[in-house]
C-alpha cells in the first residue's frame, strides 16, 4: 500500500523534530519516519559521560527552551533524551518508528519513500538522517593485524570494561578529548592526535562556536574566503571533565602512530607501544545510503546543495549534517534558522 502526504521527514531525532516544528506551524501535512525505536535520536547511543558544550538554554530547538538540569550547567546526554522525547510529544509530532528508510525514488511529480514498512509518495522529502549512523575509520596500515580491540567513538559507553588496560584514543576533536578525559582515571591511557590539540579558552563554549560558525557562513555567502570562523578559535571544547583532566596532566597528546601491530601501534621512528584496545574518534561521514537511487552524491559523499535544497532534485532537502547545510546545523542550537528556511522552501513548492 502506497500512503501519500506533502512532505516525508526522514529522521526523528533534533533535526527531524526542528523541520516538523516548523512544518507544522505552516499547515503543512508532514510525516517523520524514524529509524529508531523511541525517541531521542543518537543521543541515546552516545557514551555517559557525555555532556553538552552549551547551557540548557543555549540548547534549545525552535518553540521550547530546554529546561536546565539540576546539579549541571552542561546537560547531559540523557537530558537530551528527555528533551527531545518532551518535545515531540509538546507539539504531537507525527513520528513513525521504528521504520527503516530503503531507498528515495523519483516517481514522476512525486518522490517515492520506500521503506521497510510500505511506501510513501510525497511532494517533497526532507532528510535529516545525521551522520552518527555513519562512523569513519581511517585506513590506517596493519588494522586488520592489531590482535586487541577496536571500537569507534559510536561503540564506547564509559571506562567499566577498559579499567587497568592499556588503551589508545586515537582522535584531536572533542569526541577524542572527551572520552580520553573519561579513561584517563581508569585506564592506561595513551591519547594520540594528527595534529597537537588545541583547546578553546575555557570561558568558550558552543555559544561562541555557533556564532563564529554563523559568521563563517555570512562571509563565505557575500564571497569572501577570510573566514576565520570556528578554525581560529580552536577545537576541543573545554567542558568540566576535559578541563580537570588537561590540568592534572592527564590529557597529552602523542603525534599519529603510522601502523598498528599485533601487540600495539608503531611510530614512523621505529618505537612502538603497546594496546590493549584501541578507540577510534575519528569522524563520522553523512549517512545518505537512502539517497543512493536518485544519483545525486558527488565524489566526496556530499550532496551539492542551494541552502538545504538539493541542487540536482528540487524536491530533496538536506537538514543538519554540518555546516554545509546551515551553520553549525548538526547541533541543537544550529537546526532552529535552516529548519525554518527549508520548511518556507518546501510551504512554496506545494502551495
Known amino acids: 500500500m502506497t500512503l501519500t502526504t506533502q512532505v516525508v521527514v526522514i529522521g526523528g531525532g533534533q533535526a527531524g523534530l526542528a523541520a516538523g516544528y516548523h512544518l507544522r506551524r505552516l499547515g503543512i501535512e508532514f510525516v517523520i519516519l524514524d529509524a529508531q525505536a523511541t525517541p531521542g535520536g543518537a543521543w541515546q547511543r552516545t557514551w555517559e559521560s557525555l555532556h553538552l558544550f552549551s547551557p540548557a538554554a543555549y540548547s534549545s530547538l525552535p518553540g521550547r527552551f530546554m529546561p536546565p538540569q539540576p546539579g549541571q550547567v552542561y546537560p547531559d546526554a540523557g537530558h537530551v533524551v528527555e528533551y527531545l522525547t518532551g518535545y515531540e510529544k509538546r507539539y504531537e509530532l507525527p513520528v513513525e518508528r521504528p521504520v527503516r528508510v530503503t531507498g528515495v525514488h523519483r516517481d514522476g511529480p512525486f518522490l517515492r519513500v520506500a521503506a521497510d514498512s510500505g511506501t510513501w509518495q510525497a511532494r517533497a522529502v526532507i532528510s535529516a538522517t545525521g551522520t552518527w549512523w555513519r562512523p569513519f ?15 569507534h567513538t559510536v561503540e564506547y559507553r564509559s ?7 592499556q588503551v589508545m584514543v586515537v582522535g584531536g576533536g572533542n569526541s577524542g578529548a572527551q572520552i580520553a578525559a573519561d579513561l584517563a582515571y581508569d585506564a592506561q591511557l595513551t591519547w594520540v592526535t594528527q595534529r597537537p590539540p588545541r583547546f578553546l579558552a575555557d570561558d568558550v563554549d558552543g555559544r561562541a562556536l555557533f556564532d563564529a560558525a554563523t559568521a563563517r557562513r555570512r562571509a563565505l555567502d557575500s564571497g ?10 580552536g577545537d576541543i571544547v573545554a567542558v568540566p571533565p576535559v578541563r580537570e583532566a588537561r590540568d592534572r596532566g592527564l590529557l597529552k597528546a602523542r603525534p599519529m602512530f603510522s601502523r598498528l601491530i599485533p601487540g600495539g601501534v608503531e611510530w614512523a621512528d621505529g618505537t612502538h607501544a603497546d594496546a590493549d584496545a584501541i578507540i577510534w574518534c575519528t569522524g563520522f561521514r553523512p549517512a545518505l545510503s537512502h539517497l543512493a537511487p536518485l544519483r545525486l552524491r558527488s565524489r566526496r ?31 541543537l542550537i544550529g537546526i532552529g534558522r535552516p529548519a525554518r528556511d527549508t520548511a518556507r522552501q518546501i510551504a512554496e513548492l506545494v502551495a
Open 137 to 151: 575509520l581511517p585506513a590506517v596500515p596493519g588494522r586488520s593485524a592489531f590482535a586487541g580491540r577496536q571500537m
Open 224 to 233: 569572501r574566503t577570510d573566514t576565520g570562523g570556528v578554525a581560529s578559535l
Open 159 to 165: 571506562p567499566d570494561d577498559l579499567r587497568g588496560r
Open 301 to 331: 559523499g556530499h550532496i551539492a546543495v542551494d541552502g538545504t535544497k538539493a541542487e540536482g532534485e528540487p524536491r530533496l532537502y538536506l537538514l543538519g549534517y554540518g555546516d554545509w547545510t546551515g551553520p553549525a546545523s548538526a547541533t
